[in-house]
């Protein structure tokens, strides 16, 4: 079965992820079954936070931060152009679609980068790694902040947007581990990132637990009356159509500013990726437990076009980048 996947290039935990809002639309948690899931995911979007603080590396941040002009650009693509594209497309949208869906595209738009993808990505297309591993580590750090803040300026209260509460529920919930993590990292860093496979399961499991409480809330609730073929239809067309900009944006932007082809790299892959791993335990805070469910769909959506995008982006970089090593030595050998 694997071996299938691979072969279609089908991500099994997208499959996990499907199962998960299938499970909650046959069997969603009510009653005493909520309250015991809504304890289990507040510890588990903790403990995922904690084990963030404990992995990222201080003196990466401060090597990346010193690679000011990439990192300048990436954070701007994030925080700013993505923020700004996000509340032009909603702007236009208002009336025409649900407003959990507009919700959802904006908050989309506010998340910060991926770390896993983005560092993956770039080192198959064969950039600049240690830059792509600064803009992520730097990015996410800097979304346990800044996103909220975001959330803050342009969501409404009519969307279920940012409260006193929210503000304190995101310290306690994601900051305050993160911080303790931080604190920590001198003692368990170093194991920690040697425990792979205990790490990716509670990246993974903390993820899948989200996506069933959400969606469960959001099956109770009533919402997915609300989605059209027509709505879904539009906004996996709204999230393609902001990843091509993102793409084209970030790509011009390094070859105008001359950077490396090995930075243009890092700056394509971080700057127009969106994480998902932070997005839903934010949105799970954020936003009124009925109405989660909608507006994390958007960021479903774009999280797998953006795996299939890259993917196929990362191997075109890398013959590309190839192709200039095999005429460089060409060239060498020609003026020996």
């Known amino acids: 079965m694997k071996a299938i996947l691979r072969r279609l290039r089908i991500d099994t935990y997208i499959l996990a992820i499907v199962a998960m809002v299938v499970v909650a639309a046959i069997v969603p948690a009510r009653g005493a079954g909520k309250n015991v899931l809504d304890i289990v995911v507040y510890a588990a979007i903790a403990l995922l936070f904690f084990i963030y603080g404990a992995r990222i590396s201080r003196q990466a941040i401060w090597t990346g931060i010193l690679h000011w002009r990439l990192q300048s650009l990436v954070f701007a693509t994030t925080f700013a152009v993505f923020p700004l594209l996000g509340l032009g497309i909603t702007t236009l949208l208002r009336g025409h679609l649900d407003d959990g869906l507009v919700t959802g595209l904006l908050f989309l738009s506010l998340l910060p980068s991926t770390v896993q993808s983005s560092i993956a990505f770039t080192s198959i297309a064969r950039g600049n790694v240690p830059a792509a591993l600064c803009c992520a580590s730097l990015s996410n750090l800097a979304g346990v902040v800044i996103t909220p803040l975001l959330a803050t300026l ?124 932070s997005g839903l335990p934010m949105a799970n805070i954020l936003f009124p437990a009925g109405a989660v469910g909608l507006i994390v769909l958007p960021l479903m959506l774009f999280h797998q076009m953006q795996l299939m995008v890259c993917a196929a982006l990362a191997r075109r970089y890398a013959r590309r980048v190839a192709d200039g090593v095999a005429v460089d030595l060409a060239v060498v050998e020609r003026k020996r």
């Open 154 to 277: 342009f969501l409404s209260a009519g969307t279920g947007g940012m409260s006193l509460d929210s503000v304190r529920d995101i310290a306690l919930q994601i900051l305050l581990p993160f911080v303790v993590g931080q604190c920590a990292r001198p003692f368990i860093g170093d194991w920690l990132n040697r425990q792979k496979t205990l790490t990716m399961l509670v990246d993974r499991g903390s993820i899948l637990l989200v996506v069933y409480s959400a969606f469960s809330a959001g099956v109770v609730a009533g919402i997915w009356s609300r989605v059209t073929p027509q709505s879904l239809g539009l906004v996996i067309v709204l999230d393609l159509v902001l990843l091509a900009v993102v793409l084209v944006a970030t790509t011009v932007a390094s070859r105008l500013l001359r950077f490396t082809t090995e930075d243009e790299i890092a700056i394509v892959f971080c700057g127009s990726k969106k994480s998902m791993a």
